[in-house]
């Protein structure tokens, strides 16, 4: 029987991660998390699914420390659904293989005998050639929604990561060389010779 293990799958937006992610998935026969973490996080917190998405993400600067400077309000939520994320996190690597989108589960589980981290990444030309053609939104809406999201994404890793969100990476990936079910394919060879499957 192989070991169990955990891939940690941070990504850029548009970078086509999730979908490596779930093709990996398919390829290595294991399981796979996203917004399953957000809806177990929403049940263990008796609250709606889109209030824990709205929060999770949010960005962390100045202006959210001034206006809570005790930790109450947006911060404070942020804070609570981040540690009922993690244990939701810890809990899932530990029962079975897996891999993890986001959620700084890089760092999370960073001291897991048995894990592998990697960064999907792509050029802003690729990432916004794929929310135009792959995720259908019209070119501004993909500028905006590009820079909001990277925005939102460094500053939850810079607090909740540990600062740069390939830290704890073991690989990085342009997914743009090698498209979906390449980038997917390349990762599977790397697990399984990692895990030895």
Known sequence: MAKQYVINLSRDFASMGRSIAQNLAG???????????????????????????????????????????????????????????????????????CIIVGRCADEILKDHPNVFSVHIFATRAERLKNCVEKLEMDEDTARRTMARVDKARTGYHRVYGGGDVTANCHIMLNSAKFGIDGTAAVLEGIVRQRFAL
């Open 27 to 97: 390829r290595l026969g294991c399981e796979f998390y996203d917004r399953d973490i957000v809806e177990q996080a929403a049940r263990r917190m008796g609250l709606p699914v889109s209030e824990i998405a709205n929060n999770e993400e949010a960005a962390h600067n100045l202006f959210y420390r001034r206006i809570y400077p005790l930790g109450m309000g947006v911060k404070s939520m942020q804070d609570e659904i981040f540690e009922v994320q993690k244990n939701i996190i810890r809990d899932l690597a530990a029962k079975q293989s």
